[in-house]
């Protein structure tokens, strides 16, 4: 499990994106977001690079936690 | 034009979600959406209810302004 602090995250379409961006990368990907934490868990076979890559495509700004 | 309040929209998905709602009943509808106001502006065809309805869909809770 990656664990990601990502900024910018505001409402359900930004959960819908963000997943489905990682998602789109490894379709077995397992994802958690915690908008309140502003947290993004990922279970994957994806490196931290590549997951950061995805978010960040989707114009957040996101880090290792 | 019709003006809006809409609660709950936060970010740029949210205002496409909106604008493609509303042009999903009049493609030819002009849509103007202000986050920190919270208002939604309508160039169209639509009745007021029908705006408010497309609105509603998405999610929001909306009332004319």
Same mark, same amino acid.
């Given at each position: &499990? ?6 910018? &995250? *505001?409402?359900?379409?930004?959960? %819908? !994106? @963000?997943? =489905? !961006?990682?998602? !789109? %990368? /490894? #379709?077995? +990907?397992?994802?958690?977001? /915690? ?8 279970? *994957? *076979?994806?490196?931290? /690079? !590549?997951?950061?890559? +995805? @978010? %960040? =495509? =989707?114009?957040?700004? +996101?880090? #290792?936690?």
């Amino acid at each position: &499990m990656q664990t990601f602090n990502v900024q910018g &995250m *505001s409402c359900g379409h930004c959960v %819908k !994106a @963000i997943t =489905e !961006a990682v998602q !789109a %990368k /490894d #379709p077995a +990907a397992q994802v958690q977001i /915690d908008l309140g934490a502003r947290t993004v868990q990922v279970q *994957s *076979s994806l490196s931290v /690079d !590549a997951v950061l890559q +995805a @978010i %960040k =495509e =989707e114009g957040y700004e +996101a880090s #290792p936690a």
